[in-house]
């Protein structure tokens, strides 16, 4: 696949026209925009957060966040939309987990290096 060049109007440096064609696509974009803007929610990243070290039903992540179950719920289903949590299904209750993504790792370990905090050492799954 050949991409298209792009010439600018003005030429201020040979930098500009190289890094016009280095622009992700706007698919590539409106994905990393939907998910950062999901995590621009204090609840959603807490939530996000716990989920990039467990697998938990939503009944735990209410008690863990402090927040009503409904509450929670209204955020996995976001996070989920936006690609960053996956659900699994475990008889009559659902867990939810960080989804396996480059950028799902990406942005947890971004969130911790912002945030000056460490992974917990294993990562818990609901069967332990």
Not at 46 to 74: G, K, Y
């Amino acid at each position: 696949m050949q991409t298209k060049r792009i010439e600018l109007p003005h030429t201020h440096s040979t930098k500009g026209n190289m890094i016009v064609e280095e622009i992700p696509s706007l698919d590539t974009i409106n994905a990393v925009a939907q998910a950062m803007g999901q995590l621009g929610n204090p609840s959603r990243l807490r939530i996000f957060w716990l989920l990039c070290h467990c697998e938990e039903c939503v009944i735990n992540i209410a008690a863990a966040t402090e927040m009503s179950s409904p509450a929670v719920s209204h955020h996995l289903k976001l996070l989920k939309d936006a690609g960053l949590i996956v659900a699994n299904r475990n008889g009559k209750e659902m867990y939810y987990r960080a989804a396996d993504t480059d950028m799902v790792l990406k942005l947890h370990h971004t969130i911790e290096e912002i945030a000056r905090i460490s992974c917990p050492e294993t990562y818990i799954s609901p069967d332990e």
